[in-house]
């Protein structure tokens, strides 16, 4: 039976391979004909899961798609993408368009398995995933921990939505710079950190997955959340002001079944933003629906879009509760991004600890962490934070100066400035209370002083 099986699949595999020779994916970039943007055009065999991967190439390279055709009913894939680059103008760099034709024409591959989607093998660092409850302090907890065990974070990724966090960390040992291998040792820092994530009076439970493998981090962090069902409804605010901000900044999404043609429609309008086409396809796929038909469309700072899709046995959506489900998951997916806060850029040589000891800073002065990037390249650290008071209140510049004086003015630069006070008055975020975590609401002056270290050793 097994040999059965295993001969079948083989036989897909080189009816796929033969497929996609006779038909070789074809790529056109137009600079020509749209005075705003440059035109993409892929034509290619269908494969499930193509959509995504031509997606995340473009949002990897961050190019902004600014409208977009999708069309893959049948055994073709014919798609034409309008896109900029982060100026908002035409892409002419050759590199770059020498990539997108590599990457998406008759060069590329595109794997039938989504788990190779984005997946770059690599055995210099370690992966560390982490999922859980969020809370003051957290991050900050995170990374002292990390540098305890004597583990230095060269990338990281880390967002929070709706009490809950996730996190996605490239680490190495101290002494090697390579990936840590022994064992034993990996237990330990998969346990410890479990430990701080868990902490106390947690209803869920902590994960964390370490591996030797570089993932493509946006991918998984939804995969991550959507796992550790973040899109449910938890918290609820009483304060009416707080409801009515919240329903308008709340994405309008609708599910509609078209029953004459066996689709379900799908539009979702909300504030455009990078990376939000590839978030709500990335759902869409986890949530194994396949996109036939679709558009998407921005006007000023708004976006659109409409998928006809159908779930992957070939059916629409069947229920209320399926339906409702669809409609929480691509909510959560476009919040989980959205970068809330003032938006701080540290650049500076990298060493050991900076990342402990920069959140550390943040958690003293009462400031939270929404999300955060870090990143290393050539010996040099260039981290990107989104944070907020930890009180909901807007952020004191003198806070700020305060910890720019700490860090070092040419290091930690403010890319967006506070709203002015008015003097003797406070505004209160319109944020949820809840999300205030990943920071610290203490200002404690030492790690050591909460006692997580000995506590979690």
Known sequence: MDVNMSFSQDMDDEYEKLVRRMNPPRVVIDNDSCKKATVIRVDSANEYGILLEVVQILTDLDLTITKAYISSDGGWFMD????????????????????????????????????????????????IELTGCDRPGLLSELTAVLTHLKCSVLNA???????????VMEVTDDLTGCAVSDPERLSRIKNLLRNVLKGSNTPKEAKTVVSHGEVHTDRRLHQMMFEDR?????????????????????????VDNWLDKDYS????????????LFDTVCTLTD???????????????EAFQEYYVRHIDCSPVKSEAEKQRVIQCLEAAIKRRVSEGLKL??????????????????????????????????GKALNTFYVSDASGYSIDSKTIDSIRQTIGQTILKV???????????????????????????????????????????
């Open 80 to 127: 034409v993408f309008n896109v900029t680059d982060q100026d908002g103008n035409k892409v002419t760099d050759e590199v770059v368009l020498d990539y997108i034709q590599k990457s998406l024409g008759p060069e590329a591959c595109f794997s039938t398995s989504l788990r190779s989607v984005g997946v770059i093998p690599s055995t210099d660092s370690t992966v």
């Open 157 to 167: 990724e880390v967002w929070t939505h709706n009490t809950r966090a996730a996190a």
């Open 230 to 254: 973040d899109y449910e409804n938890r918290v609820v605010v009483d304060d009416d002001s707080s409801n009515v901000q919240d329903e308008r900044q709340r994405p309008d999404v609708c």
């Open 265 to 276: 429609v799908v539009t979702v309008r909300c504030k455009d933003r990078p990376k939000l």
């Open 287 to 301: 949530m194994q629906y396949v996109v036939f038909h679709g558009s998407v469309d921005t006007e000023g700072t």
């Open 345 to 378: 850029e540290l650049c500076t040589t990298d060493r050991v600890g900076l990342l402990s000891n920069v959140t550390r800073i943040f958690r003293e002065n009462s400031l939270t962490v929404t999300r955060a990037e870090v990143k290393t390249k050539g």
């Open 415 to 457: 890319k967006n400035k506070p709203k002015e006070q008015q003097q003797g008055e406070k505004h209160p975020s319109q944020e949820s209370p809840t999300r205030f975590l990943f920071g610290g609401l203490f200002k404690s002056k030492s790690f050591v002083n909460f006692g997580l270290v000995r506590s979690y050793s």
